[in-house]
């Protein structure tokens, strides 16, 4: 791992959740102030960084102002003032929940859950980050809004799908937003962002107004700078709404921030699950999971080879609960939609496997779960790459069909989607860079519920690591671009002004 040629940080530092937690506490910054600087970030970088599909100026501003009226008559909530972003899947009340698509999509009735507890909380809800067409791909990108461009490199794709969301936190627009995780939608734009993120237990954070997302592998997560800033927003995410089908036992797991964990058998592990398509291991992303596997050690931890026992049927098992969940969004979102053509061929799939496999394939879970689980009687947490190989450039994808859109897909990221399938917690920490100066991630996985856990071991690597002092330079605020960047097809309609001053 060539960590040397990482871009050095930025002059000034991207405040945390946390550091903006104090400065409203200390009154040094008011609501208003944190908000209106998040707004001219959002407008500065969006011709160029495009992380956001709606921005919610009018409303954020309204909500700043009656959080600094509760803070000033006494108010704690734990989020009171602090901007986040949601990911373009999550309905707000009167916005459309367009979810990477083009089209007509009629406006969302109420908030979704996960909202409605981050407004109880006091957070004040920015914006709608850009996704890719309903959540299929590792990349950002559409015909609806353009391309969304990685902090790191403008070059390169940030990941996908919760792209958005993570460009939005790595450019320091936001300290923290929501994003969802089906295949590892969370953990890849983390570990190509150099972000910590948080994909929880099934049914920790609510999906309502939907039961469940994509027959249960979808779940709704965090993206944060810090560990203990993704986990004050997965605290005041967390919950459940009637009709919810997963509710696991209630947690506090920013309570296991300052708790070590313990000495641990950390379980190391290069397997990637069978897919159809070889993926091979990148040198510098081997040679990071090793220095992270020294830090564990260092940290008095454990660590040996220790592979979950993947079977050739998970995929069909996934493929179907994964194309057959399309057809229910497809549903939501009407016949105002003009869908991408491999997303039409995804959707034939899912028809034919809804009727065949999917019923078998979710009667299979609680076997895969024994099955794999078994490695938890060696081992407390399993240590895995995050992706398979660095983030692709931001045009890897354009105008690929479905096959080859799949098998580069597979090649970059192979190795996410068993935790969905399980509906068990995963955590992607930075763990460094490439020699080309592109982020890498690790992820930490563990059994069912183990979030404390995760978090516990996620933040000693934090404190050893130093991940947070690392930064983008900041380029996404100025004109100057490349002529591939100028290119209309990557602009797209993002700038549209109605979009940006969209309101509930």
């Not at 406006?107 to 909380?121: F, G, N, S, Y």
């Not at 995410?237 to 070590?260: F, I, K, Q, T």
């Not at 024994?370 to 045009?395: E, K, M, S, Y």
């Not at 990221?413 to 020699?435: D, K, M, Q, R, Y």
């Amino acid at each position: 791992m060539a960590d040397s040629s990482a871009p050095r940080p930025a002059r000034t530092a991207f405040p945390t959740l946390t550091d903006q937690l104090y400065q409203l506490a200390s009154g040094a910054v008011t609501a208003d102030d944190l908000v209106r600087r998040s707004l001219h970030a959002i407008s500065a970088s969006q011709p160029t960084l495009n992380a956001f599909r709606v921005v919610l100026a009018e409303q954020a501003l309204a909500e700043a102002a009656e959080a600094d009226r509760r803070r000033a008559a006494g108010d704690q909530r734990p989020l009171l003032g602090i901007p986040i972003a949601v990911k373009d899947d999550v309905d707000i009340a009167g916005v459309p929940t367009r979810f990477g698509t083009a089209g007509t999509v009629r406006p969302a009735d109420a908030d979704a859950e996960v909202v409605r507890r981050l407004r109880a909380a006091g957070a004040v809800i920015v914006g709608k980050t850009n996704t890719c067409e309903l959540g299929q791909w590792p990349f950002t990108s559409g015909p609806a809004f353009g391309h969304t461009r990685n902090p790191w490199s403008r070059e390169h794709t940030p990941g996908g799908s919760s792209g958005g969301s993570a460009a939005a936190v790595a450019a320091g627009l936001v300290t923290a937003a929501i994003g969802s995780d089906g295949a590892g939608s969370v953990r890849i734009p983390a570990a190509w962002c150099h972000l910590v993120g948080i994909k929880p237990q099934r049914g920790r954070i609510s999906t309502s107004p939907l039961a469940e997302a994509f027959n249960g592998i979808t779940v709704n997560g965090v993206l944060a700078r810090t560990v203990t800033d993704a986990a004050l927003v997965l605290d005041a995410a967390s919950g459940n709404a009637a009709g919810d089908r997963h509710r696991p036992a209630p947690v506090r797991v920013s309570e296991y921030v300052a708790r070590a964990p313990g000495p641990l058998r950390i379980g190391l592990s290069t397997k990637f699950p069978f897919t159809g398509f070889h993926a091979t291991l990148h040198p510098d992303i081997r040679a990071a999971l090793h220095t992270v596997s020294g830090h564990l050690e260092e940290l008095g931890h454990t660590v040996r080879p220790a592979d979950p026992d993947y079977t050739v049927g998970m995929s069909w098992n996934f493929l179907s609960r994964s194309t057959s969940g399309l057809l229910d969004w497809a549903e939501r979102l009407g016949y105002g939609v003009d869908f991408d053509k491999r997303t039409k061929a995804n959707l034939r799939m899912g028809r034919l496997l809804s009727e065949h496999v999917l019923r078998k394939a979710r009667a299979k879970e609680a076997a895969a779960q024994r099955r794999i689980g078994w490695v938890f009687n060696i081992c407390d947490v399993v240590l895995a790459p995050t992706t398979a190989q660095p983030p692709p450039r931001v045009h890897d994808f354009d105008e690929l069909g479905g096959l080859a859109t799949d098998r580069t897909m597979i090649k970059a990221c192979p190795v996410t989607w068993p935790w969905n399938l399980l509906g068990w917690p995963s955590i992607n920490v930075p763990a460094g860079f490439t020699a080309d100066g592109l982020p890498i991630g690790v992820q930490l996985m563990g059994p069912a519920e183990s979030e404390p856990l995760l978090i516990s071991l996620a933040a000693e690597l934090e404190a050893v690591s130093g991940w947070v002092a690392r930064q983008p330079k900041v380029w996404w605020d100025t004109p100057q671009m490349s002529q591939a960047a100028k290119a209309p097809t990557d602009d797209g309609p993002s700038g549209d002004p109605l979009e940006l001053r969209e309101t509930a």
